[in-house]
Every structure is written in structure tokens, then in C-alpha cells.
């Protein structure tokens, strides 16, 4: 259960240790639009039952071939009020 003053930071930072990836390679969605770490979760209006996706995002080096899609990782964070 996540509160609904929890910060998307927060957020974040639990599923990067979680998963062990640096949180500066995911990017978080909701609803097709991409979050933000200081909004909250009452700040996006989700409610129970409410998805975040999360994908990785496609680092590219200079010289080092061509750039890859972004790769979804399998798993959601579910809001539901206290």
C-alpha cells in the first residue's frame, strides 16, 4: 500500500534497489505520461488499482554503435488509499 503523500522519488529509489539498476536509468509513467520525482501520489490523481510502468531508459555512448529501444521491466507499483 502507498500513501497518497508518498513522493514519486520515493518510489523511484524502492524499485531501483529493489530491481538493483540506478534509478537515473528508469523512467516512470503513468497514464502515458512521464512522472516526475517531486510529485506525489495524490498530486497525479491515482487511485486504487492505479499503474506506474516503468521502462529503462537507452543510454547511448558516442561511437559505440546505434541506440537501442527502451526495454520495459515487468512491474507496478499499485496505489490504494489508506
Known amino acids: 500500500m502507498v500513501k497518497k503523500t508518498t513522493t514519486i522519488d520515493q ?17 516512470f509513467f503513468s497514464m502515458g505520461y512521464p512522472l516526475r520525482g517531486d510529485q506525489t501520489i495524490g498530486g497525479i490523481n ?5 499503474l506506474i510502468y ?6 547511448v555512448t558516442p561511437g559505440h554503435g546505434p541506440a537501442l529501444p527502451p526495454r520495459p ?7 490504494r488509499p489508506l
Request: glycine fraction near 12%; hydrophobic fraction near 50%.
Open 11 to 27: 518510489l523511484f529509489n524502492a524499485y531501483s534497489q529493489l530491481k538493483g539498476v540506478d534509478a537515473s536509468l528508469l523512467r
Open 54 to 59: 516503468v521502462a529503462q531508459a537507452t543510454v
Open 73 to 79: 521491466f515487468r512491474g507496478s507499483f499499485a496505489a
Open 46 to 50: 491515482m487511485h486504487d488499482g492505479g
